[in-house]
């Protein structure tokens, strides 16, 4: 029987976007399990759990399906890895020690590296050096920024870092992807940027949970002193959102990214979450609505489905239920729209006797 990573490759299947990474021994690429690129003998398949990993190990990414679009993944790992991750992504090393970040997660240095290790396959300066590349080769390709922007506002402490540190992971010079890419539509005093995510997501309902009233969310951003506007649609053909973020933003861009992938809890994995809300009686529901998010907060680190302390039976299950039970009450929440009141105080699934 084949192994399932790949029978995903096999498949191009998209649920697994994020959640894994191949890497093709012969060319020393490595790619997102949909990738269109003609597909390698199994023997030449390496599989990481994380784009850092596959870039430890020495491949660089794909330039047709571009890893670095691929949505992150929390749902499987433990709160610490996540919490660790989603700092990273936002910047926390960007200039600044492990050791920081560790205590800023109330552990110690050595137990924070071993989570990574375990969890991700990577050190935690990896993982941050493997964003900060990856973010600077979406910008390459996605915008016309100069080089010595696109370093800064990745993260890299200066140009020549920069540079030095691209052509030793990707063998090639940051000018190098700019050849014969096609021109990024732009608006004028804003910088276009994708923000993709595990197809279905609905929308609609998104949307309205954050308050907005049409077919986009606009927000004032506010990250350190840089303040500025953010615009964002959905591009539901292409499985992501498209966000006009206002030039005066980029040197906060990291933070501004994992705040608006947590906004749009865009690192969701919808089949995964969908089949475990069948299973507890909410098949119909979950063919309803599919790929509800629970909107998260663009200026912290607490998951959605984070308890009130003083919920102990909610804390009892709270391994079991994450993070379903955050998608379970947004999609009761969305079959009685007419019911006022807090879905924490109301819970009907609480209350089901099966899951008592
Ligand atoms: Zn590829």
């Given at each position: 029987m084949?192994?399932?990573?790949?029978?995903a490759v096999?498949?191009?299947?998209?649920?697994?976007?994020?959640?894994?990474?191949?890497?093709?021994?012969?060319?020393?690429?490595y790619?997102?399990?949909a990738?269109?690129?003609?597909?390698a003998?199994d023997?030449?398949?390496r599989?990481?759990?994380?784009?850092?990993?596959?870039?430890r190990?020495?491949f660089r990414p794909?330039?047709?399906?571009?890893?670095?679009l691929?949505?992150?993944?929390?749902?499987?790992?433990?709160?610490?890895?996540?919490?660790?991750?989603?700092?990273?992504?936002?910047?926390?090393?960007?200039?600044?020690?492990?050791?920081t970040?560790?205590?800023e997660l109330?552990v110690?240095?050595?137990?924070?590296?071993?989570?990574?290790?375990?969890e991700?396959?990577?050190a935690?300066?990896?993982?941050?050096q493997?964003?900060?590349?990856?973010?600077a080769?979406r910008?390459?390709?996605?915008?016309?920024?100069?080089?010595?922007?696109?370093?800064y506002?990745?993260?890299?402490?200066?140009l020549?870092?920069?540079?030095?540190?691209?052509?030793?992971?990707y063998?090639?010079?940051?000018?190098?992807?700019r050849?014969?890419?096609?021109v990024?539509?732009q608006?004028?005093?804003?910088?276009?940027?994708t923000?993709?995510?595990r197809?279905?997501?609905a929308?609609?309902?998104?949307?309205?949970?954050?308050?907005?009233e049409?077919?986009?969310h606009e927000?004032?951003?506010?990250?350190?002193?840089?303040?500025g506007?953010?615009v964002?649609?959905?591009?539901a053909?292409?499985?992501?959102?498209?966000a006009d973020?206002?030039?005066?933003?980029?040197?906060?861009?990291?933070?501004?990214?994992?705040g608006?992938?947590?906004?749009?809890?865009?690192?969701?994995?919808p089949?995964?979450?969908?089949?475990?809300?069948?299973?507890?009686?909410?098949?119909?529901?979950?063919?309803?609505w599919?790929?509800v998010r629970?909107?998260?907060?663009?200026?912290?680190f607490v998951?959605?489905d984070?308890?009130?302390?003083?919920?102990?039976?909610?804390?009892?299950m709270?391994?079991r239920?994450r993070?379903w039970?955050?998608?379970?009450?947004?999609?009761?929440?969305?079959a009685?729209?007419?019911s006022?009141?807090?879905?924490?105080?109301?819970d009907?699934l609480?209350?089901?006797?099966?899951?008592?």
């Open positions: 084949r192994e399932p990573y790949q029978l096999d498949a191009r299947d998209a649920r697994f976007d994020g959640v894994f990474f191949v890497g093709i021994t012969s060319t020393r690429v790619c997102r399990p990738c269109k690129s003609r597909l003998y023997h030449h398949r599989f990481f759990n994380s784009a850092a990993a596959a870039e190990a020495g794909c330039l047709r399906c571009r890893p670095e691929a949505p992150g993944r929390l749902d499987a790992v433990s709160q610490l890895a996540r919490d660790a991750v989603q700092r990273i992504a936002a910047g926390a090393l960007n200039g600044r020690a492990v050791a970040l560790a205590s109330g110690s240095e050595r137990h924070l590296r071993r989570a990574l290790e375990r991700l396959g990577v935690p300066h990896e993982l941050a493997t964003h900060r590349l990856l973010l080769k910008l390459i390709v996605d915008t016309d920024l100069p080089m010595t922007r696109v370093a506002a990745s993260g890299f402490q200066s020549r870092r920069f540079n030095a540190v691209f052509r030793a992971q063998r090639m010079p940051p000018t190098a992807l050849r014969g890419r096609r990024p539509e608006v004028e005093g804003f910088l276009r940027l923000l993709s995510y197809p279905p997501l929308w609609e309902p998104l949307l309205r949970a954050l308050g907005c049409g077919p986009r927000r004032s951003v506010q990250i350190e002193e840089r303040t506007l953010v964002v649609e959905n591009s053909a292409d499985g992501h959102l498209v973020i206002a030039d005066s933003l980029l040197p906060v861009l990291m933070p501004l990214i994992a608006l992938r947590r906004v749009f809890d865009l690192d969701a994995e089949a995964v979450i969908g089949a475990h809300l069948a299973e507890r009686g909410l098949a119909e529901l979950v063919a309803r599919p790929g629970v909107p998260g907060r663009f200026d912290g998951s959605p984070e308890f009130p302390e003083t919920e102990r039976r909610l804390q009892l709270a391994e239920w993070p039970r955050a998608y379970a009450a947004q999609l009761l929440r969305l009685q729209p007419q006022s009141g807090s879905l924490r105080a109301r009907p609480l209350e089901a006797p099966h899951l008592a």
